[in-house]
């Protein structure tokens, strides 16, 4: 069968990126974007040796949802709370506020035909992809980390919640909002319920279960996962929404256990097989000669590549007098970085109908521009040497932008009236407890 013979070409292409990423000219690149790239070469665009079609399109698929599964593992209340929740939230409603405008823009032009979702990918972040980044750098439990995932967890939660109501049918969007409420309520429920169900008995068995040749925890995890999958699809909720609750719901249950192993083995299943292939998948399906088939396209291309890091450097000032000025910049450039969210909007957004073949490509090379040379400026600007003429050139850069910004921001609500600054308070504070009540 073809399938085999595809599965064995992604095989192999999920063996030899971890290798080239141990090659010091790659080292710096995540792994995704190398397969990501090794997917495009074997592609339709490149050697015809990949298709998605049939089975292997819904492996695709499920690989996505396996991939915010895995995302919600990492999702840890007592890494992000506080300040850095709180302050990642500004950013995002910020930067969100930007996006809108940026797109509505372009669409105006003709760039875009789809503003609405376009301003929900550009200020995206890449949560999970920056993790083992920050781990590898020595950065991932300092103050300086602890601010950066507070930006990347909202940013990459935000986006999840609304892309249910974003990519909802024409008049449909009230309708979704209520059901997708209805969802997070129940989520949320079952998350409360499955951490006061913890104990160091549960915990043990677990345990004592992974050693049996049955494997009975990870059936039921698989049967979570699943089950929040279904319930989402059945409410009309986007997959990844479902299965990033349902890793929140795992992780809180074996969190700060011996029993938290459970989340090693359910990595391993994602990193080893289904995470690569949809990644694999995602570059073979990448419409490259539609990147630069027009001077549109390619100015499609170059705008999104400067939004990304221009509606992020906007709320930098937010991070003033906590964090170092080098060290701001360095967020701006690491909130910048995303890929995994890009890919999963574009692709819904295609199969949807509501975005063209030639926007997602835009945007997806966009976002593999982001997540290779961000991450590298970024940790250069951190590193403890004299800075560069192009590291100072990045700092002024996106300080200055950040201070454009917060002048036209305080000019605006001064002028606002009394009764609007209490509601926008009253309004933010809800919206952080409910990011509270979701990390818990």
């Known amino acids: 069968m073809e399938e085999f013979h595809t599965i ?14 141990r090659i010091p000219v790659f080292a710096r690149a995540p792994i995704v974007a190398i397969e990501l790239l090794l997917g495009m070469l074997v592609g339709p665009s490149g050697a015809g040796l990949v298709s998605a079609d049939g089975a292997l399109d819904f492996l695709r698929e ?10 919600g593992f990492e999702f840890n209340q007592k890494e992000i709370s506080g300040k850095p929740l709180r302050l990642g939230l500004y950013a995002w409603l910020a930067s969100a506020s930007l996006s809108f405008v940026i797109s509505g823009l372009l669409y105006l032009v003709g760039l875009v035909e789809a503003p609405l979702l376009v301003a929900l990918i550009l200020p995206t972040t890449a949560f999970g992809i920056l993790i083992p980044m920050l781990r590898q750098a020595g950065r991932l439990e300092d103050e300086f980390g ?4 507070g930006v990347a967890a909202v940013s990459e939660l935000g986006p999840l919640i609304l892309a249910s109501i ?12 209520l059901l997708s409420a209805a969802f997070i309520a129940m989520g949320l429920a079952i998350i409360f319920f499955l951490k006061s169900a913890r104990s160091e008995r549960l915990a043990e068995n677990i345990v004592q279960w992974l050693g049996d040749s049955e494997l009975l925890p990870i059936r039921v995890s698989l049967v979570v996962l699943l089950g929040f999958v279904s319930f ?9 929404v479902g299965s990033y609750m349902a890793g929140m719901a795992i992780a809180v249950l074996v969190r700060g256990t011996r029993a938290e192993i459970l989340k090693e083995r359910l990595t391993a299943i994602g990193s080893g097989f289904l995470i690569p292939l949809f990644f694999i998948e995602s570059g073979a399906a990448f419409d490259f000669p539609a990147l630069v088939a027009s001077p549109a396209s390619v100015a499609r291309f170059v ?26 910049s360095a967020l701006g450039l690491l909130s910048s970085t995303t890929l995994s969210l890009v890919v999963a909007l574009t692709y819904l957004g295609v199969s949807r109908g509501q975005m063209t073949p030639e926007t997602a490509s835009a945007l997806v090379g966009a976002a593999m521009v982001s997540v290779t040379a961000f991450p590298t400026m970024a940790f250069l600007l951190l590193g403890t040497h004299q800075p560069s003429r192009l590291e100072n050139g990045v700092s002024f850069v996106a300080l200055a932008v950040a201070d454009w910004f917060s002048l036209q921001a305080s000019s605006a609500l001064a002028k606002l009236p009394p009764r609007w600054l209490d509601e926008l308070h009253v309004f933010e504070r809800r919206i952080r407890d409910l990011f509270s009540r979701s990390a818990k």
């Open 232 to 240: 989402a699809d059945r409410l009309g909720m986007e997959l990844v």
């Open 166 to 177: 974003v990519l909802a049918g024409h008049n449909h969007h009230l309708h979704q909002t």
């Open 62 to 71: 499920f690989g996505l949802v396996y991939l915010f599964f895995q995302a």
């Open 8 to 21: 064995f070409v992604i095989s192999c292409i999920a063996v030899l990126a971890p290798l080239l990423n």
């Open 303 to 328: 705008v999104f590549c400067a939004a990304f890091l221009l509606i992020r450097a906007a709320p930098l000032n937010l991070f003033r007098g906590t964090l170092a000025e080098r060290e701001m």
């Open 146 to 149: 602890r601010y950066v995932l």
